[in-house]
């Protein structure tokens, strides 16, 4: 419940992405609504129901609207073991076996997104030099720092996608590489899998997208079609989200192997 979580839920706005402030007026609203609710945890090292091994080698995972784009997929294929890409500005994969979230990779630790990704060596000497803030790298280090695309946040997808269009040969070797390091982390989520895995579900605004990228198809061309792919809504964070409290609402009482707590 909402009257039970300190400072909001969160333990640092520092150091992973731009902040904006558009989270703390949604909450705001919420708050002043007067209607009970519930907050959806984060993915991290304190999450009992994941895998000890990812909890061992990563401190955070995931965000909350993944456990909601988690939901709507599972709702959408009936998979119990897949693997879920939610693939925009930054990208994250999740692992789920016997309906579980056992495991998942945030965006600065694995592959690129759009905008952010990991912090390759030269980033880090950059930190260590004081040219850059390690924000500064992680909010760099998507698909734009190979397509030498520098403008507003808002604005840097519309560039790449831009550009790709028009035929320039950075944007495709930018969004090729994107795909690739995609393709890595869901195969490596795969190899650790305990349960075989049914299918891989794609979302967010590069994941479902059709044109000028076909992500779907660039994907199977890697896995050569070997496992199922199901493109659901790229807002299935907010679909997810509804669906979890008319679950609720209805007497669930654990979504996706997370106790609800009322």
């Known amino acids: 419940p909402m009257e039970r979580v300190e400072n909001r839920g969160i333990l640092s706005i520092g150091g992973a992405g731009k902040v904006t402030g558009g989270g703390t007026s949604v909450y705001s609203e919420i708050e002043n609504a007067n209607l009970p609710v519930l907050m959806i945890p984060g993915i991290h090292k304190n999450c009992e129901w994941l895998d000890p091994l990812f909890r061992a080698a990563y401190s955070h995972h995931a965000s909350p609207e993944k456990i909601s784009i988690v939901y709507n997929a599972y709702l959408e294929t009936n998979w119990e073991n897949m693997i879920v ?65 520098d403008d507003k946040v808002a604005f840097m997808k519309d560039d790449l996608l831009k550009n790709y269009r028009n035929g320039d040969e950075r944007a495709k070797l930018a969004i090729d590489t994107m795909i690739m390091t995609v393709v890595m982390e869901i195969a490596g989520l795969i190899a650790v899998s305990k349960n075989e895995i049914e299918g891989i579900v794609l979302t967010g605004s590069m994941g479902s997208m059709k044109d000028p990228v076909d992500f779907e198809k660039e994907l199977n061309k890697y896995f050569k079609n070997k496992y199922p792919t199901k493109i659901i809504s790229s807002e299935s964070g907010a679909i997810g989200a509804a669906q979890i409290a008319r679950d609720i609402a209805h007497g669930k009482r654990e979504i996706m192997g997370i106790k609800v707590e009322l």
Not at 113 to 133: A, N, Q, Y
């Open 85 to 149: 890409a939610d693939i925009s500005s930054n990208s994250v994969d999740l692992l789920i076996e016997d309906g579980i979230i056992k495991g998942a990779i945030d965006a600065c630790c694995g592959a690129m997104g759009v905008i952010h990704g990991p912090l390759d060596l030269e980033m880090i000497r950059d930190i260590d030099d004081g040219k850059r803030t390690a924000n500064e790298c992680f909010s760099h280090a998507g698909a734009v720092k190979i397509a030498n695309i």
